[in-house]
């Protein structure tokens, strides 16, 4: 897949980027590190990339923020969201906005080129699955959807849920739970 392909990564958490990048690199990628949504910019002005992982969550803008000018530039790109803040609400954001799949953290490198090798178009003949969310799970997607319209704000979605803030900050500090 890589045949000299140039590949961008964004993301805060510089373990994960530099480890990522230095695998891309092995793979045969042109690979380019970003630490924020705000460095993209500057680095579009002098090279293209053809792939890109771009963390949803970061410390400034949200990656999501760079999909429209990274197709704006290479209207074939093939770009993967990553987030441990996984939910229903920006998986479908992420999609709306050009990009090609949606992955939660961690996620190797394996993962990362099979999501980047996937079409674009959906697969008809894909299983559905047996049994529907648990409760739990529901739960975990509806608290991320009321955080993400509080723009992270606990102490607002703790008062949109009619929760006490510590019961919801324990409750987001759990990993997501399994459908």
Request: proline share 6%.
């Amino acid at each position: 897949m890589a045949d000299s392909a140039n590949f961008l990564i964004v993301d805060d958490d510089p373990t994960f980027s530099r480890i990522l990048a230095r695998t891309m690199t092995r793979r045969g990628f042109d690979t380019r590190v970003c630490q924020s949504a705000e460095d993209v910019p500057d680095l579009l002005t002098q090279w293209v990339p053809d792939n890109a992982t771009l963390d949803l969550k970061m410390g400034g803008a949200s990656g999501l923020t760079v999909i429209e000018q990274l197709r704006a530039l290479n209207p074939d790109i093939k770009i993967v969201i990553l987030t441990g803040y996984a939910s229903i609400n920006t998986a479908v954001e992420a999609i709306k906005l050009g990009a090609t799949q949606y992955l939660p953290k961690p996620a190797n490198a394996d993962e990362i080129l099979t999501a980047l090798g996937s079409q674009h178009s959906g697969d008809a003949d894909a299983p559905v699955a047996p049994t529907p969310m648990s409760v739990n799970r529901l739960e975990w997607e509806h608290i991320n959807k009321v955080l993400a319209e509080n723009d992270g704000n606990i102490s607002a979605t703790a008062r949109a849920l009619g929760m006490h803030r510590r019961t919801l900050q324990r409750k987001l500090d759990k990993r997501p739970v399994r459908h």
